[in-house]
């Protein structure tokens, strides 16, 4: 075994250019905190190298520090080379000189860097003018050209908007014409489409694939989302606990992976194009502090393959194959174990002939198909719920309305798992709200467990509110947080006048995998995950039928992530319990849900059983939601057709005439003719049955059409 300190990142395909960037042995801490230990890379002229890891691995602060942003109070040392000129330790005039010129960044949040009393145009064309020797006009027109570049329709209209009249993907572009307005020779990215919806994720990787093609830059890409660099890097860097732990292609990485910590990353990502039938395989435990690293390796308290050698010293990093570098003293057993893997897969395939497996298939849906349902616990029929727009700071008029849910429908039978999806501003939040609030709609009804909530008396709808609980993204965050666990447990306990023994709080923790000795201490000394956990154990306290789950994961590390999901998916057998979940995750439902309901705008745009819907969507939006999902397979990302929508989701205050999606609808605007689009244009569409045999799949479109966007691939690792 050969360590090896000075890991090269050259692309597979790249000439051995000089590198644009050469980081050594960085180091970052606050105070005694180490946040950065011993980084090293390079990147080359037109490389993309994605850095990934989870919350904590000091993937941003490594991006800080090379465009020396960090805060007077951090403590660098190594080398950051720029062109073979040294960043660390340059003065701030220097380093100016060289920000925005020949290192540039973007932001995950692009209104933190752009000023918001400044036109967009303005700001682009300041930055030109601050590096180039041009005149203000000229300044503007080249304003324009890179607004062009990243896709903003009308440029030179859009260019005199402010930051505030700009979506989140716009301002993203914005910042992404910014970023390139001086062809620097690097472009650091540090999460730019995490806070964006999948379809404006999937036209800003576009966008940055176009400038990287544009310019020729260097550019460093920081995720927590494997999926995100698997089509768009050259080289991945996996970080953990402060340092580098594999390094290599992104093939290497992701299909010949030697860490034990990479390997577990990629077995716990939901993916969008495997169901329930694979179960997802969470890292135990959650990242050490970094104020208080484990001797030896720090993964070894999560490692499945942890020997007493691995506390000895934290390992270097190995050279496992060419240019593939892993810290793990037991690259090699990985290896052998992904070889036996490999053949037992092999071996599964020839034992199973493609027919006898699709016969297998087929009895498994039969065998779906014959379960008898539920009466459903949850019915939702036409509801519709409008909000006045309201203008005024003290006299308040009404200008118009906001078509939040535009009548909707479906039902949850009993002991099932309905997802309901959409992007922000869809209106699946609205619905959830409308659900919980038990009252009368403003139009349409509500069903809970046969009652509705149009007609509920008092005592009904306590009796309902016991049978139906709620699990929010933070479920903790409302709360006293003088509250010890026990007492959070036991509130709904002694709200409905059940006591609050301590056997019962016992019981559910243990039920939802936490250890009772847990309930004496305070929810803030627990992980993302474990919280999740007291929450759900909260909400299962009153023996509940239906839960309501409002992004239960959405915050949570991948590795943490499935162990929740895994947990919700058990406790919904053992305990025969049904789930609304909603999510923005379409990988995540996927491997939750029986049932999925699409919306958009304020309607269901699909709905129907998962494998059908992601297998076969049939309304055009579903399509290219699906198609926008990045998988982490970079040889079937490199190869995917995507989707791209156009446009931002219109105000739900005015939305579309006839199809709500048809502003955006690729179908529409590109394969209808002039006299199939009137329909569109005049007639809204309703949820109609689609496929053959007709079955429970739904589209809300007049020209739906089965399509297969994300090519399952079964029975693989
Ligand atoms: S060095 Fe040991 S604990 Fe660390 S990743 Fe390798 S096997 Fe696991
Ligand atoms: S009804 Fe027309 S505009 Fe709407 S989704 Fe279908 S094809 Fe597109």
New binding site residues.
């Given amino acids: 075994m050969t360590p090896a300190t000075t890991p090269e990142t050259a692309p597979a395909h790249a000439p051995a250019s000089a590198p644009v960037l050469d980081v050594r042995d960085l180091d970052v801490s606050f105070g005694d905190v180490p946040a950065v230990r011993g980084v090293s890379f390079e990147v080359r002229p037109g490389e993309v190298l994605g850095v990934v890891g989870e919350s904590g691995s000091g993937k941003s602060v490594t991006a800080s520090a090379i465009m020396g942003l960090l805060p007077s109070s951090a403590r660098v040392s190594g080398s950051v080379r720029l062109h073979g000129r040294e960043l660390v330790g340059a003065r701030d005039k220097e380093l100016n000189a060289l920000r925005g010129r020949a290192m540039s960044m973007v932001f995950q949040d692009p209104l933190s860097a752009l000023t918001p009393v400044y036109r967009v145009g303005d700001q682009i064309a300041e930055a030109v003018r601050v590096h180039q020797r041009v005149t203000k006009e000229q300044a503007l027109v080249k304003a324009v050209s890179l607004l062009d570049l990243v896709g903003i329709p009308h440029p030179a209209e859009r260019a005199l908007a402010f930051p505030h009249e700009f979506s989140g993907g716009m301002r993203q572009r914005a910042m992404i014409a910014m970023a390139i307005a001086n062809d620097p020779d690097l472009v650091i990215c540090d999460e730019p489409t995490t806070a964006l919806d999948v379809t404006i994720q999937a036209q800003v990787l576009e966008v940055l694939k176009k400038a990287r093609d544009e310019t020729g830059a260097a550019i460093i890409m920081i995720t927590h989302d494997l999926g995100v660099v698997a089509g768009l890097a050259d080289r991945v860097l996996v970080m953990y606990a402060g340092r580098p732990v594999e390094v290599g292609t992104v093939d290497d990485v992701y299909y010949r992976p030697r860490m034990p910590y990479t390997v577990g990353l990629l077995r716990s990502i939901p993916r969008v194009d495997r169901g329930a039938q694979r179960r997802l395989e969470p890292i135990e435990g959650s990242p050490p502090s970094p104020a208080a690293l484990p001797p030896g390796c720090p993964f070894a308290p999560r490692c499945p393959l942890h020997v007493a050698a691995c506390d000895e010293a934290e390992p270097p990093l190995f050279e496992t194959g060419p240019g593939h570098l892993a810290a793990c003293i037991r690259w090699e057993d990985e290896a052998a174990s992904e070889a036996e893997a490999a053949e037992a897969e092999e071996a599964e395939k020839e034992t199973q002939a493609p027919a006898e497996a699709e016969e297998a298939r087929e009895a498994e849906r039969a065998v779906e198909a014959a379960v008898p349902r539920g009466e459903p616990v949850l019915r939702v029929e036409g509801l519709v719920k409008d909000y006045p727009l309201l203008r005024g700071a003290v006299f308040k008029r009404r200008v118009g309305t906001v078509h939040a849910v535009a009548g909707i429908s479906f039902a949850i039978r009993e002991g099932e798992t309905l997802g309901l999806v959409g992007e922000s501003g869809c209106g699946k939040t609205t619905t959830l709200l409308e659900i919980l609030e038990l009252a009368r709609p403003q139009r349409g009804r509500v069903v809970v467990f046969g009652h509705d909530t149009a007609r509920l008396g008092p005592a009904e709808r306590m009796a309902i509110r016991r049978d139906m609980q709620v699990v929010f993204q933070d479920p903790l965050a409302s709360l006293d947080p003088r509250m010890t666990v026990h007492d959070v447990v036991a509130e709904p306990l002694r709200t409905h006048g059940l006591g609050d023994s301590g056997r019962r709080v016992a019981e559910l923790l243990t039920l939802v995998g936490l250890a009772p000795e847990h309930a004496e201490r305070y929810p803030q000394d627990f992980s993302g995950g474990q919280r999740q956990r007291i929450g759900i154990a909260r909400a299962l306290a009153l023996e509940p039928r239906l839960l309501v789950l409002d992004e239960p994961v959405s915050a949570l590390d991948v590795s943490i992530q499935a162990g929740v999901i895994n947990l919700l998916a058990s406790l919904k057998v053992r305990l025969g319990l049904s789930y609304l979940f909603v999510a923005h995750d379409l990988a995540v439902v996927r491997h939750i849900a029986d049932r999925v309901a699409v919306m958009y705008l304020g309607r269901i745009a699909e709905i129907g059983a998962v494998d059908a819907v992601y297998d076969a969507p049939a ?3 579903t399509q290219a939601l699906l198609s926008a999902i990045p998988l982490p397979d970079p040889a079937r990302e490199r190869s995917r057709r995507r989707i791209l929508l156009e446009g931002d989701l219109p105000s739900p205050a005015h939305p579309p005439s ?2 709500r ?2 502003t955006r ?1 690729p ?2 605007r590109t394969v ?1 003719t002039e006299d199939e ?1 009137v ?2 244009v005049e007639a809204e ?1 309703d949820v109609l049955p689609v496929g053959e045999p007709a079955g429970d799949q739904g589209a809300a ?4 059409e089965q399509l297969d966007v994300v090519q399952p691939r079964r029975n693989s690792r």
């Fill in positions: 309304h055009p939006y006839g199809c999606f048809r609808c179908k529409f209808l689009r329909l569109c569409p479109c007049h020209y739906a």
